[in-house]
């Protein structure tokens, strides 16, 4: 039976061949949770340890984590792969993931890597000289905005909550990006008001370039978490990350 198609320039799982690794892939993983736990007997935590998350989360918490795991852990490698879709992480095989900590499926082990996330309204102070500055969300309808898009294609919407009423405003604008850095360039080329967490939006404020607005209106959210399945072996890598970042995190937002 055929299992790939081999060309000069590619090689690719063929139906029969797709059907056969998703009956074995199960076994593999025994296998390797098998020699994972032998390796742990060796007392060094080793082997290579795969992450996905996002490019926003992977500069902002993933790499400081990751890069003082490895400083205490020479033997472990790292393979961290960035997506803005989210991605089932047991069929992609993924050992963790870390996205936010609402969005993590309830049948994994979460523990909280972040403090809460706050969004923030921001707008160069150039646009906001020549455009006024919004004192209530409604006044965001006057002005250019600039929006985001999920992965599955809808449109964002700004939340906003102040003393018991909440709103969730679908904003006008020149711009649809579907990354945060590219909000914050157009922001930061004064091409209108930005939704960016305030990780993003700080050292900007900090420096002059952006003004935070509406501050009293952008409510907190829980933060990011890192996740895994709870029903597979643990292998020392992750056991060791998931001390670090206990070890980093305040105690009342570790786990759930």
């Known amino acids: 039976m055929r299992l790939f198609h081999r060309t000069t320039r590619s090689v690719a799982l063929t139906e029969a061949g797709a059907q056969f690794l998703a009956r074995v892939q199960p076994a593999l993983r025994e296998i390797e949770g098998a020699f994972a736990e032998v390796g742990a007997r060796r007392g060094t935590p080793s082997g290579t340890l795969r992450l996905n998350t996002s490019a926003v989360a992977a500069r902002l918490i993933v790499m400081p984590l990751v890069l003082e795991l490895v400083r205490r852990y020479p033997a472990i490698h790292v393979d961290l792969v960035t997506n803005e879709r989210f991605v089932d992480i047991v069929a992609e095989g993924f050992d963790a993931g870390v ?94 008001c930005a939704y960016i967490t305030d990780w993003m939006a700080a050292p900007h404020i900090a420096a002059g370039r952006l003004v935070r607005v509406l501050a009293d209106w952008t409510p907190a959210y829980p933060g990011l978490a890192l996740y895994y399945a709870a029903n597979r072996h643990v292998p020392a890598a992750l056991r060791v990350l998931v001390e670090l970042v206990r070890e980093r995190v305040p105690v009342r937002k570790r786990a759930r």
């Open 99 to 192: 996205r936010a900590f609402d969005a993590v499926p309830r049948d994994m082990i979460a523990v909280a890597c972040s403090g809460d996330i706050e969004f923030a309204v921001v707008a160069s102070p150039r646009y906001l000289k020549r455009h006024g500055t919004p004192k209530v969300p409604a006044d965001l309808s006057a002005h250019r905005c600039i929006r985001t898009r999920y992965t599955n294609g809808a449109i964002y919407r700004w939340d906003f909550e102040k003393r018991g009423t909440k709103l969730s405003l679908d904003v006008g604008g020149p711009f649809t990006l579907d990354t945060t850095d590219l909000m914050t360039e157009a922001a930061l080329a004064d091409a209108g």
